[in-house]
């Protein structure tokens, strides 16, 4: 039951403003630099942890092989205070900021695949996935995964959606909120902490 939730979760939280008019993925050209993939994933952390600080942290970045192969990583907080991003809007500027984080949350995440995709995938063709941790104000986490093979069909220049559409759940769990905020410390990043689960 739970899990089913998280999928539909899922669903409301990258897609919410899917259908909105005003869905704008803004692409502007970042720089990435690093000699070698660690570097560069690196890089692609910092340009989005500073490009979108009002909505995301990403405080760790990795190339991981293991026994399933070879994948891009990346720890994705949402920073968001839970109220806006899950709550139903009581009012038009309530309505408006929810729309806003949800959507610039959309473009931190179909950023870290178009740069992953652009910048790491090029260079070592044995990475086969990009996982996304994806820890929820509400300290739950869904991991996120989107396979290289059906993201390298996405345009560079496509919109949001297009990324969000190829990635899927794989499994969600709840971590506590002492963690989530070591995980802050750690970093030197700050942000509101997350309600816990109840």
Request: net charge negative; charged share 25%.
């Amino acid at each position: 039951m739970r899990a089913a939730a998280a999928v539909a979760l899922l669903a409301v939280v990258l897609l919410a403003t899917a259908c909105a008019r005003d869905l704008a993925y803004e692409r502007p050209e970042f720089s990435i630099r690093g000699s070698d993939n660690d570097e560069r994933i690196r890089s692609i952390a910092s340009v989005v942890r500073k490009e979108f600080k009002d909505v995301v942290a990403v405080p760790s970045a990795q190339i991981v092989t293991d026994d399933q192969g070879t994948r891009a990583q990346f720890l994705v907080l949402i920073t968001v205070p839970r109220e806006t991003f899950f709550d139903s809007p009581s009012s038009t500027s309530q309505l408006q900021a929810q729309q806003d984080a949800r959507q610039q949350v959309n473009s931190a995440i179909a950023t870290l695949l178009r740069l992953s995709i652009k910048h790491l995938v090029p260079q070592d063709f044995t990475i086969r996935s990009i996982v996304l941790e994806l820890v929820l104000p509400d300290g739950g986490v869904l991991e996120v995964v989107g396979q290289v093979e059906q993201l390298r069909g996405v345009p560079d220049d496509a919109p949001a959606q297009d990324w969000l559409e190829r990635l899927s759940v794989s499994r969600q769990v709840v971590v506590p909120e002492s963690v989530w905020q070591d995980l802050l410390n750690r970093s030197g990043l700050r942000s509101p902490t997350p309600t816990p689960r109840r």
